[in-house]
């Protein structure tokens, strides 16, 4: 929570929150963006997914993919997809999952301040 305090010569200092942590399958990740960037990216993210599906064209589908599994390391730090797969492959409905609770988890991680600011 960002705390704000004010010296008498009119200085002001605002204590900032560290960054937001989510635990997402057991593995804990810092998040990389803010909750409002995160939510508008899985948005948009599952729309082009939504958009390159129906195309049917298969460079489409699979330029859509590609974007959605650099953004997952860009919000989680880099590896974090393979972390979260074993390693394993993943496709088009795995990306979409795992975007989803990427927001999620930001949602309740942010919201915790939300709520403390409010109080």
């Known amino acids: 929570m960002a705390e704000k305090k004010t010296k008498a010569d009119g200085a002001v200092t605002i204590k900032m929150p560290k960054a937001k942590?989510?635990?997402?399958?057991?593995?804990?990740?810092?998040?990389r963006q803010s909750d409002q960037d995160i939510m508008a990216k899985a948005a948009s993210l599952r729309d082009e997914l939504k958009a390159?599906?129906?195309?049917?064209?298969?460079?489409?589908?699979?330029?859509?993919?590609?974007?959605?599994?650099?953004?997952?390391d860009e919000v989680l730090g880099d590896g974090a997809l393979k972390k979260l797969t074993g390693g394993v492959p993943v496709g088009m409905t795995d990306c979409?999952?795992?975007?989803?609770?990427?927001?999620?988890?930001?949602v309740?991680?942010?919201?915790?301040?939300?709520?403390?600011?409010?109080?």
């Not at 460079?59 to 599994?69: F, N, R």
């Not at 991680?109 to 409010?118: I, P, W």
Request: hydrophobic content about 60%.
């Open 96 to 106: 979409i999952r795992i975007a989803v609770a990427i927001a999620d988890a930001a």
């Open 21 to 31: 942590t989510v635990d997402i399958n057991g593995i804990n990740f810092t998040l």
């Open 108 to 119: 309740k991680a942010y919201n915790t301040d939300v709520a403390e600011v409010l109080e």
């Open 52 to 72: 390159a599906a129906a195309s049917g064209d298969v460079a489409t589908i699979v330029a859509a993919i590609g974007g959605a599994k650099s953004w997952i």
